[in-house]
């Protein structure tokens, strides 16, 4: 029997459409069929100016814009030639907002994740935390999820009062109820029944269709962007690589569990070298002046306007620029024809790879209600898959 599961359907996580077919209860095939989202925001890209096209970056996957963020603006930095130039109060800053990017992200894969399977207290639990970090957020950018704050250069403006104190009160909090979620789920006999077995991939398939992130962490392959081609100074902070053995979706559950605590020593770190400073790099041509440099001074404001106007024209060239988002390695491939926009950008989105692999988690070893728990697993969010 062939059925079809989605594309409207809970489970899926977004507009997924599965194409199953089933053999009494066991799973022979199953087909991902996308392309139900598409938004043309890599196209759509290539028609504005790089500080225009930043903000389409926060609508791929609307769990990560801070990483989004990042990734495309160290692409353009390293398309200007100023990736140097960065002050260091805006990179430091960078590794703080991500890294809160990254748990605020697993607390919702958790939370729907665990709801899948019929577990609804953990989303209750999760939604609690995360509205903590969507509050910094929007202190630091006026809006609690498209927040194109880091941007080109740096960062859009520097941080709010009371940063520092906001991060480390979240933090205190943060850690006393971390072990509650341990409590909900790690050793419940329902999870392990729902989880252990289920999904497996091995490294070799994992390497072979592209895997990235904790999916390929939970197969044991010591891969992390942050580890192999450092960024933004993480050579500089001490933490740990979680991997898992059996690749099933209990040990992806796992990775992500201990990938938290990890952010956590991360922001800790960052938090105790922040310093003051700068937040954008000197260059009028690039940053925005001063807002009360433009109400003082001429030649500001005629900066100001050209900048937003006309944009910035980097060389002729074409970069690729990596770093780890929450589901894996986010890349983005930039050319510039010398022009004021990208003659073409693509992005390289770890839920469109992550989700091929499905078909190798359920084809010939799960069954019709495993398919749920796999699909929880990969951490797919369908906006970057049809980008």
């Not at 909090?173 to 789920?185: A, D, G, V």
Request: charge should be negative; proline fraction near 5%.
């Amino acid at each position: 029997m062939t059925i079809n599961m989605g594309p409207q359907h809970p489970s899926t996580h977004g507009v997924l459409r599965l194409v199953v077919t089933l053999s009494g209860e066991s799973v022979v095939k199953c087909v991902p069929d996308i392309g139900y989202l598409h938004t043309g925001i890599e196209k759509t890209a290539e028609s504005k100016t790089y500080n225009q096209a930043l903000t389409l970056t926060d609508r791929t996957d609307y769990l990560n814009p801070l990483i989004n963020n990042l990734g495309f603006s160290l692409a353009v930095e390293r398309l200007l030639g100023i990736e140097k130039q960065v002050p260091q109060k805006a990179q430091v800053t960078r590794v703080i907002l991500t890294e809160l990017q990254r748990i605020s992200s697993h607390l919702v894969w958790l939370g729907t994740h665990a709801m899948d399977l019929g577990a609804l207290s953990t989303f209750l639990y999760g939604m609690r935390e995360r509205e903590i970090i969507l509050d910094i957020f929007e202190k630091c950018a006026g809006v609690r999820m498209m927040t194109s704050y880091i941007m080109p250069g740096g960062l859009y403006a520097d941080l709010p009062s009371g940063f520092d104190t906001d991060v480390r009160n979240f933090l205190a909090i943060f850690k006393k109820r971390w072990p509650e979620y341990h409590t909900l789920l790690t050793n419940s006999e329902l999870w392990f029944e729902r989880t252990k077995g289920i999904g497996a991939l091995t490294a070799q398939e994992a390497i072979s269709y592209g895997v990235t992130g904790p999916i390929l962490r939970a197969s044991g392959v010591n891969y992390d962007v942050r580890k192999m081609f450092p960024y933004i100074g993480y050579e500089t902070y001490d933490f740990e690589v979680p991997l898992g053995k059996t690749g099933d979706v209990y040990d992806r559950f796992m990775v992500r569990m201990l990938e938290v605590p990890q952010s956590i020593r991360i922001i800790e770190q960052a938090l105790d070298k922040l310093p003051e400073g700068d937040w954008m790099i000197d260059d009028p041509k690039i940053a925005p002046p001063k807002k009360w440099q433009i109400a003082t001074n001429m030649e500001s404001l005629i900066h100001h306007f050209k900048l937003f106007t006309e944009g910035y024209k980097p060389p002729a060239g074409e970069i690729y620029s990596r770093v780890e988002s929450a589901r894996g390695e986010l890349a983005y491939y930039l050319v510039s024809d010398g022009s004021n926009k990208p003659y073409r950008m693509h992005i390289r989105a770890p839920s469109f790879a992550n989700l091929q692999s499905m078909p190798l988690m359920l084809e010939g070893k799960s069954n019709f209600a495993d398919i749920v728990s796999a699909i929880g697993s990969i951490d797919i969010i369908l906006g970057e898959v049809d980008r």
